[in-house]
């Protein structure tokens, strides 16, 4: 079990950029999950997966931002066109259906700046 | 629907003394409940959860809660407190879902 891992740890870009974050999640877990973090707040859920389908996304979800799952194991979050309030961290977490109460595995997250 | 109170965004406790974080529910049925652990940096680390059956429930690093529905409360406590206990405490709440409502967060300060 390496634990989930993302990348990168941080991100600095200027508004109006693009960027890709990755999540690499356990490997034996189909379900993946997205949340954002600012200061001060706990994880605000964005989007979550099942195998390849992406099932569920927040209706605080921008169309600016997507997510993938391509073959089932790593996922990639995009913003488009990133704006000041997208400065968060973005943390990536993992579970296996199978795991009562399928408790959530967290990723170390990718710290975003926007300048 | 689902919610979760934390009460005290900061809680100070010197070195040996009890550790409490609050946490209150809102759900319309029985509930899983999960406290969450996390280091400047670091995601979240799970420290304990409850299921059904045992409402007290012992997690990692001394840490436990106990499940009170007349209270819907889920607090979390440590008889001592050590300087590495020092970090964001979450309380979170689950209907089954899949997808857990985090509180805001409970910062603990250990003094020595």
């Known amino acids: 079990d390496t634990g989930v891992s993302q990348n990168p740890r941080h991100k600095i870009t200027k508004r109006g950029q693009n960027v890709t974050f990755r999540c690499d999640p356990i490997?034996?877990?189909?379900?993946l999950y997205w949340y954002r973090q600012t200061l001060g707040q706990g994880p605000e859920f964005l989007t979550y997966?099942?195998?390849?389908?992406?099932?569920?996304k927040s209706r605080l979800l921008s169309d600016r931002f997507s997510a993938e799952r391509p073959k089932g194991s790593f996922s990639t979050l995009e913003i488009q066109r990133t704006e000041q309030g997208d400065s968060a961290m973005y943390l990536c977490?993992?579970?296996?259906?199978?795991?009562?109460?399928?408790?959530?595995?967290f990723g170390d997250g990718t710290r975003l700046s926007i300048l | 629907a689902q919610s979760v109170t934390q009460l005290g965004s900061h809680v100070s406790v010197s070195e040996g003394a009890l550790v409490l974080l609050r946490c209150n529910y809102s759900?319309?049925?029985?509930?899983?409940l999960f406290w969450y652990v996390q280091y400047p940096n670091q995601g979240l680390q799970l420290l304990l959860k409850?299921?059904?059956?045992?409402?007290l429930v012992k997690g990692i690093n001394g840490f436990e809660a106990e499940f009170k529905k007349s209270e819907t409360s889920f607090h979390l406590t440590k008889p001592s407190a050590h300087m590495s206990d020092a970090a964001e405490y979450f309380c979170?709440?689950?209907?089954?879902?899949?997808?857990?409502?985090f509180g805001r967060g409970t910062s603990l300060i250990v003094h020595p």
């Open positions: 977490a993992s579970s296996d259906y199978r795991e009562i109460n399928q408790p959530q595995h």
């Open positions: 490997s034996e877990h189909n379900r």
């Open positions: 997966f099942q195998n390849e389908a992406q099932l569920e």
């Open positions: 759900s319309s049925v029985p509930p899983y």
């Open positions: 409850y299921t059904t059956g045992a409402t």
């Open positions: 979170a709440v689950s209907l089954g879902s899949y997808i857990p409502t």
